[in-house]
């Protein structure tokens, strides 16, 4: 038998459950009805620590608000703690909301999380999010799909538990197609050297959104040959999205929210020390 009761309607979230939300890539403008009636019942948010202050300041103001890490080299909290804290929420009769950046089935281990909480017989919501390949390539005027560039879209992760090694990089070097790579700045050398290896145009041009919907989004431009140094040159730092194929090269001429792309630098130069310095702060 089911340990989980059926919902009136899919916000629905009763005492002792937990609901997996997707806080979306940080324009809180993105939640979906949904998760905001998600928030407004919780007791207790579990958030990611790349879910931005708009959309914590959207929670019930009575609930308690735990930080619970997970970012791109940056595991604040074990995963094992985490499942460990939803269960001793939910145990205690409280609305717990997990909220995650972006999407929680779209590389944020919202599966691990519902098989732990279904193992344990605790009531779960999924509430889908705009995951940032979806968010991050609209606010940088970015097709993901279009008719005389790109058929397809792969979405894929530079962390996993077989590592980048194990992709299928003859695949992915096929032309008239588009990969959107999260959590990839940390590899961004070896990504550029597997994909030539395996025979992507050096040409390719490559979109890379930082902060994509925020205030702060900036997005550089340039090829995939050039893909490492002129994320170097603009100290490129996560959160950033990789969008790489024939698209791409659109977000010079459709971008519409905030600043121009920027290109790659002259070779020998990079950011000034006084805008390298503002961003390691």
């Known amino acids: 038998?089911?340990?989980?009761?059926?919902?009136?309607?899919?916000?629905?979230?009763?005492?002792?459950?937990?609901?997996?939300v997707g806080a979306g890539p940080g324009d809180?403008?993105?939640l979906t009805l949904n998760a905001l009636r998600a928030l407004e019942a919780a007791e207790v948010v579990l958030y990611d620590r790349l879910v931005g202050p708009g959309v914590l300041a959207l929670a019930n103001p009575q609930a308690r608000l735990v930080e619970v890490g997970k970012s791109a080299g940056n595991h604040s909290?074990?995963?094992?703690?985490?499942?460990?804290?939803?269960?001793?929420?939910a145990r205690a009769g409280r609305r717990v909301v997990r909220l995650k950046g972006g999407d929680p089935f779209v590389f944020g281990r919202g599966g691990e999380e519902i098989e732990y909480l279904r193992a344990h017989g605790i009531a779960y919501r999924v509430v889908p999010g705009v995951t940032a390949a979806l968010a991050c390539a609209a606010y940088a005027g970015i097709p993901l799909t279009h008719r005389d560039h790109s058929q397809s879209l792969r979405l894929l992760t530079a962390h996993s538990r077989d590592g980048v090694d194990a992709l299928d990089w003859e695949a992915l070097a096929q032309e008239r197609q588009t990969l959107a790579i999260y959590m990839g700045v940390g590899a961004l050398e070896h990504l550029r050297e597997r994909l030539l290896a395996a025979g992507r145009d050096p040409s390719t041009p490559f979109a890379l959104v930082e902060n994509g919907s925020r205030p702060e989004q900036r997005v550089v431009t340039g090829t995939l040959d050039d893909l490492a140094d002129t994320a170097r040159a603009h100290a490129v730092a996560s959160p950033a999205l990789l969008i790489l194929g024939e698209v791409a090269a659109l977000a010079t001429q459709l971008h519409w929210f905030g600043a121009a792309p920027l290109g790659p630098l002259p070779a020998g130069t990079a950011l000034p020390a006084e805008q390298l310095l503002a961003r390691a702060a």
Do not use: K, N, R, Y
Not at 1 to 20: E, R
Not at 77 to 89: K, N, R, V
């Open 77 to 89: 909290m074990p995963q094992e703690q985490i499942h460990a804290l939803m269960l001793e929420h």
């Open 1 to 20: 038998m089911s340990p989980i009761p059926p919902a009136a309607t899919p916000f629905d979230l009763p005492p002792g459950s937990v609901a997996l």
């Open 28 to 30: 809180p403008g993105l």
